[in-house]
């Protein structure tokens, strides 16, 4: 490559990584072509983007963007995105179903170093719809036990003047 060209795809990168909320550094060592194929789908479909560049080339332009990259050995692909969470599932549930590959080899998250076991953990996230719903139902609870409890009081209070009531017709 030229040089004019390596400015040209550090520049591009530098733009899509200003706009990214995670980084992830992977290896991907040992997938053919036909599984490298199937990842970037599933990552296209989560709108997270994949890119194999050369380390050098991606430290470059994780530096420019104002993240402060760590040094790259081997073959290395750049995982990045605004959801950091689908992201790191899609990367986990694609490692157990092809003999976990790619490895994840760490990352950055919200301008912070992560961690293989970091990512991993980051999986085992409920999605944000799910935390939502969770969220929901935990403040809908108190709400209905109050709701509950003063609809049992208007029944005691209705039951108390039925037997007022038939109470003075009696008598």
């Given at each position: 490559?030229?040089?004019?060209?390596?400015?040209?795809?550090?520049?591009?990168?530098?733009?899509?990584?200003?706009?990214?909320?995670?980084?992830?550094?992977?290896?991907?060592?040992?997938?053919?072509?036909?599984?490298?194929?199937?990842?970037?789908?599933?990552?296209?479909?989560?709108?997270?983007?994949?890119?194999?560049?050369?380390?050098?080339?991606?430290?470059?332009?994780?530096?420019?963007?104002?993240?402060?990259?760590?040094?790259?050995?081997?073959?290395?692909?750049?995982?990045?995105?605004?959801?950091?969470?689908?992201?790191?599932?899609?990367?986990?549930?694609?490692?157990?179903?092809?003999?976990?590959?790619?490895?994840?080899?760490?990352?950055?998250?919200?301008?912070?170093?992560?961690?293989?076991?970091?990512?991993?953990?980051?999986?085992?996230?409920?999605?944000?719809?799910?935390m939502l719903a969770d969220l929901g139902a935990g403040l809908q609870s108190p709400m209905a036990a109050f709701v509950g409890a003063l609809n049992g009081l208007l029944y005691m209070f209705a039951g108390a003047l039925d037997a007022?009531?038939?109470?003075?017709?009696?008598?």
């Amino acid at each position: 490559m030229k040089r004019t060209e390596k400015e040209q795809l550090v520049s591009e990168l530098k733009d899509k990584l200003q706009g990214a909320k995670s980084l992830y550094y992977t290896d991907f060592t040992g997938l053919n072509v036909k599984r490298m194929t199937e990842l970037r789908r599933r990552l296209k479909r989560a709108g997270i983007d994949y890119v194999v560049i050369k380390n050098t080339l991606a430290l470059r332009a994780v530096n420019e963007s104002g993240l402060v990259g760590e040094r790259l050995k081997g073959p290395t692909g750049l995982v990045f995105g605004t959801d950091p969470v689908a992201a790191a599932k899609v990367l986990t549930d694609f490692a157990k179903e092809n003999e976990q590959r790619p490895a994840v080899k760490g990352g950055m998250l919200e301008g912070k170093s992560v961690d293989a076991a970091q990512v991993k953990q980051l999986a085992s996230l409920p999605s944000r719809e799910q935390m939502l719903a969770d969220l929901g139902a935990g403040l809908q609870s108190p709400m209905a036990a109050f709701v509950g409890a003063l609809n049992g009081l208007l029944y005691m209070f209705a039951g108390a003047l039925d037997a007022l009531k038939s109470q003075r017709e009696g008598a």
